[in-house]
């Protein structure tokens, strides 16, 4: 590429074999490499056949990103706009599919617009979709909204379909300019109604992993059943200490167990996590089947679990009374909650009881005999982790980092698996006690990495883009508040103006807008600390059983300890490449669960159209408003033209929507009374119209109605708003019923991603799981009775 750089003109094969002196016994080789880089986009050839840059030809790589409505973007490797690719173009590509496009001009709404040159990679081989047929032509619609062709079935198949069924649809001809894309049918799901079937259609249609290989599976079968007496070698016994876990009541795995004790003035505090990288080896069948999920994926009664039951459900579980291998983090925290000693080994544990939420809360908070009689011994243990958990909480405080007000509700389940109810849930004090524990462990953990300046995955959390924080300080002050800080503002001043405003009536509103101003934590082998937390530095050490990253820092640990230097045998090694992957499983779970929640919640509310709804205005976008229903906690769309006989702009800086002619305006969090009238189950989208509204708790000062219409912002419309931030999932452990790998219990938890962007009441949070959308109300758990948690965000 520099040698085509330099000489400023197209060169012919022969000619650039001999400007970069290749031999000839090289050619066969050079021009494989060159065929590899064609295909890649790195080079182009023109129509003699000579190389050159497609930047010289002013044309640019990247990504389609498809649209419901038929049009699409390129996301673009290099920096710069994406790039608008009309109904036209997209008719030879597919979502994902990888183009060289060049400029052609610009379209109506100014974005850069481009021709598609050459299709570089397909990503496309498989589609899930619902069959139709009319007039004898049977075809498949995707259930992907974003791939908007529709693929015809080639006749004679092996399969039989009938109209109205879920197949899988393996391609056998691309789109082209001229021809939809054609495919035969490889697999018959069932019906669109049947029990379960939005989680096959999820699976497939995000491409989750949710086989294991024989390899596998074969593995998991050759481990011990127990700990064996050759594995306590090199590992301290804490048999005799009293951990415990605690957990949620039908919770079947547990991953950590706690215990606490006075020292002086201070506590000793022991965290031990199971030890999986002791089962998990590098390179193994195991491992590569982690890192290729990133996680578990927890979906309504089913959870796809990252690694097999044998080791979710038993050697990695410390379940009570028996032996388990763990790796512990022993701290010397004191009077004041400052961690002054550390330190890290391997151990072998013997967890004397396994309690639950309720229960320690009963024990220790309300003073309940029957609950008081169930622990036993134990009570004087548990009565040192509340006095370390307070002294915690004050210095949380102290540090100032950022508590965010979330809603949590339960899904109850009827016998079919469909939704009978959503009920709002509460937490207590014993969820944010293992909490607070989680995030000690997790900070010890990236110190002691950073220290010994070992590459590991940092869970990182950057503060505000400056556009971003200069529409919430110019929204702020329209109520005559400010966020200090500068242009740098730290977590505390977050918190110092969440404080001050938390007695006003208009609360949600403020926190809703503050919450969306910040980023979205990522996973990163570059340290640069984590905003909402208000930590230096921060991994995720505490979950190794359903997180990739965790097992990840588990192995580094262990390689600091015996002097080694680890290097996963992922991406060669590459930790920004498995950060990156990591994180794409991490939202790619996020996507697939908000899809089978979205139907679900369809399917609950199709037999009550005509019903009317109190709730509130959860987003606001160019297309209309999204509001949460009260006592059901559901969402729907007020479209634009459901608001009344004016012309409505879009407000982005105010999240607002404002009338050209009245003025009237509508903005996030207002109070609002809607009529269901529409639910499409096929789109996922129940639609909802404006009764009564808007009334809110207080009315904006200064800038009169018209005024504010004047400041309309014309941005693109898209299917759900965006939200710059995830908020950790504060979810209890339940017991899932796996319909994939029979037998296998999971929990969500979300303990070492607790309070990432710190919502407001530090639990057991343990999930990092990315969510982009303002619309994110994500129940996230069921019990096997139908227990189910949701927030509304996640770092």
């Known amino acids: 590429m520099q040698t085509l750089a330099e000489h400023g003109v197209p060169l012919a094969f022969a000619n650039l074999a001999t400007a970069l002196d290749i031999l000839p016994v090289e050619l066969e080789f050079f021009e494989r490499r060159m065929f590899a880089m064609e295909r890649d986009g790195q080079v182009m050839r023109n129509r003699r056949g000579d190389y050159l840059l497609p930047s010289k030809a002013d044309l640019i790589r990247g990504t389609v990103q498809g649209h419901p409505d038929g049009y699409g ?42 021709k598609i040159v050459e299709v570089l990679e397909r990503a496309n081989t498989r589609i899930v979709g619902r069959v139709l047929v009319e007039h004898g032509v049977a075809r498949v619609v995707p259930e992907n909204r974003r791939i908007a062709q529709e693929v015809l079935l080639a006749p004679g198949g092996k399969k039989k379909v009938a109209a109205g069924q879920v197949v899988v649809v393996e391609l056998i001809e691309q789109p082209t300019r001229y021809a939809q894309p054609i495919g035969q049918v490889v697999e018959v799901l069932g019906n669109y109604a049947d029990p379960g079937m939005e989680i096959e259609i999820a699976l497939r249609k995000h491409e989750l992993p949710f086989e294991f290989s024989k390899a596998a599976k074969e593995q998991a079968r050759r481990l011990p059943d127990k700990v064996r007496k050759m594995d306590w070698k090199g590992r301290a016994d804490l048999t005799a200490l009293p951990l415990v876990t605690i957990d949620g009541e039908t919770a079947r795995d547990f991953d950590d167990a706690v215990y606490c004790e006075k020292q002086g003035r201070g506590f000793r505090l022991v965290v031990a996590i199971a030890d999986v990288s002791h089962y998990v080896t590098v390179g193994s069948a195991l491992d590569g089947e982690g890192y290729e999920r990133g996680n578990s994926v927890y979906f309504p009664r089913r959870v796809i679990p990252m690694l097999p039951e044998k080791l979710s459900n038993g050697l990695c579980s410390l379940n009570p009374q028996v032996e388990r291998l763990c790796m512990v983090c022993d701290m010397a925290i004191s009077q004041t909650g400052a961690i002054k000693q550390y330190r890290f080994y391997p151990a072998v544990m013997f967890s004397k009881a396994r309690l639950t939420y309720n229960q320690v809360a009963a024990a220790l908070y309300d003073q309940d005999p029957a609950a008081i009689d169930s622990v036993g011994e134990l009570l004087p243990h548990l009565q040192n982790l509340d006095k370390l958990f307070r002294v915690l909480l004050k210095a949380r405080a102290k540090r100032g980092a950022i508590d965010f007000e979330t809603q949590e509700t339960r899904m109850i389940f009827d016998d079919n698996g469909k939704i009978e109810k959503i009920v709002p849930e509460s937490r207590n004090d014993a969820h944010r006690l293992i909490e607070e524990c989680m995030l000690a462990a997790n900070v010890c953990a990236s110190e002691f990495l950073s220290a010994h300046e070992h590459p590991a995955l940092y869970r990182v959390h950057e503060g505000p883009t400056p556009e971003k924080l200069a529409k919430l300080r110019e929204f702020l002050g329209e109520f005559g508040l400010q966020l200090g800080g500068g242009e740098e503002p730290h977590a505390s001043d977050y918190a110092k103006l969440l404080e001050k405003i938390q007695d006003r009536p208009d609360l949600q509103l403020l926190q809703t807008v503050m919450l969306r101003s910040l980023r979205q934590a990522v996973y990163s082998p570059d340290n640069v600390g984590h905003f909402g937390l208000a930590y230096e530095a921060y991994t995720h050490f505490t979950s190794p059983i359903r997180r990739y990253p965790d097992l990840l820092v588990h192995r580094a640990i262990k390689a600091v300890l015996t002097g080694e230097q680890y290097t996963p045998a992922q991406e060669g090694g590459v930790w920004d490449e498995i950060g990156l992957h990591c994180s794409m499983t991490e939202r790619r779970a996020d996507e697939a669960d908000r899809d089978v929640e979205n139907w679900l919640k369809c399917y609950y509310m199709q037999d009550r159209i005509g019903e009317e709804f109190d709730g509130s205005v959860s987003a606001v976008v160019p297309f209309g408003l999204f509001v ?50 529409r639910v499409n189950m096929e789109a996922s989208k129940i639609d909802f119209r404006l009764i009564q509204g808007p009334r809110r708790p207080t009315e904006r000062v200064g800038k009169t109605e018209r005024e504010r219409a004047g400041v309309a912002a014309v941005v693109p419309a898209a299917e759900t708003p965006l939200a710059p931030v995830e908020l950790r999932r504060r979810v209890v452990k339940s017991d899932v019923a796996v319909e994939a790998t029979p037998g296998v219990g999971a929990k969500k938890k979300a303990r070492s ?43």
Do not use: C, W
């Not at 109904?87 to 481009?114: C, I, K, S, Y």
């Not at 109300?777 to 009775?785: E, I, T, V, Y």
């Open 628 to 677: 949460a229903l009260d006592d059901v906690f559901v969402e729907g769309l007020v479209h634009i033209s459901d608001l009344g006989s004016d012309y409505f702009h879009f407000d982005e800086a105010h999240h607002a929507l404002v009338g050209e002619r009245t003025g009237e305006r509508y903005r996030l969090s207002d109070r609002v009374r809607v009529q269901l009238v």
């Open 73 to 114: 973007f390129v996301v673009t490797d290099e920096e710069g706009p994406d790039v608008f690719l009309s109904p036209n173009e997209m008719r030879e590509v597919l979502h994902g599919d990888r183009v060289m496009v060049r400029l052609a001009g610009t379209d109506r709404r100014g974005r850069p617009e481009g």
């Open 753 to 795: 991603s607790a309070k990432e962007a710190a919502p407001s009441k530090p639990g057991k949070s343990k999930a990092g799981k990315p969510s982009k959308k303002t619309k994110a109300a994500k129940p996230r758990k069921s019990a096997a009775g139908g227990a189910k948690k949701k927030v509304k965000a996640r770092v």
